[in-house]
């Protein structure tokens, strides 16, 4: 099983923490992202229309593909992924240019981790219907695959439509950097299933998630998908290597830990796992 870091931090932290985690052996950072902040906010991941929102409108949002690619100057091995992309609220063109070029100056190092998003305001702020956010992403994520392996494509979908166009260069990764699958929900699973290299969930446990990966297997073999697939398994708290052993043993790949309470930690945390954990989990 592979460990990366989730990289809550602020500017000054990424660099540091980033080299801390490719010294320690680690597999991978991670960084959120959400376009904008709307004051007033409802829901959560998993449940857009009730409980109470994990995060403000005074909550720091930077750009993550210029995070990453400035991420990427300053390492060499260890991998960069957003954890996760609302891909809905953009043309898939955008998205396509951002990925490309990110995955050419890191050496192929990028992981495209997707989210289908729970922030209704945010779409509402983008002037984009949330309702039908779920076929949009879809669209969306066809659209982008193609630009990474046609040579020329035109489209006539339901929320884009453009002539022949060519996109140049390619991915380096083929056919295209992973793309990793966010969120819990049956829509998201089916989304996995269909569209996926990997699942990166959020809300799981040793009790729901055995029937979730027998549901995500049997919806790819009914899709006729074989091949690659990742398991990303997103934890929060300070790892128990039983409880990520557990975790491997079902089936996943990879875990994206927020590992320490305060960045002061962080240092000795990232450490640990390197040398502590990691190696209980190989």
Known sequence: MKIGISLRVGPRNWVEFTKAAETAGLDSVWVPE????????????????EGEPPISGDTPAWDPWIQLAFLAAHTTTIR?????YNIGLRHPFVTARAITTLDLVSGGRIDFGIGASWLSEEW????????????????TIQVIQRLFTEDTIEHEGEFFKFQPVKFQPKPVQKPWPPFLIGGDSPAAIRRAAQFGDGWLPMDQTPETLPGNLK????????????????VTLQLGGPPAADLLKRYRDMGVDRVVL??????????DVIRRLGEEIAPQLA
Request: proline letters at 10%; glycine letters at 8%.
């Open 34 to 49: 959400h376009l904008i902040m709307p004051v007033k906010m409802s829901g959560h991941p998993g449940h857009p229309h």
């Open 124 to 139: 509402q702020a983008m002037e984009l219907n949330f309702e039908t956010r779920s076929r949009r992403v879809n669209e």
């Open 215 to 230: 549901r995500l297997s049997d919806l790819r073999a009914a899709a006729g998908r074989s091949g690659p697939f990742e």
């Open 258 to 267: 927020s590992p320490w309470n305060h960045p002061r930690e962080a240092l």
């Open 80 to 84: 960069l992924g957003c954890n996760v």
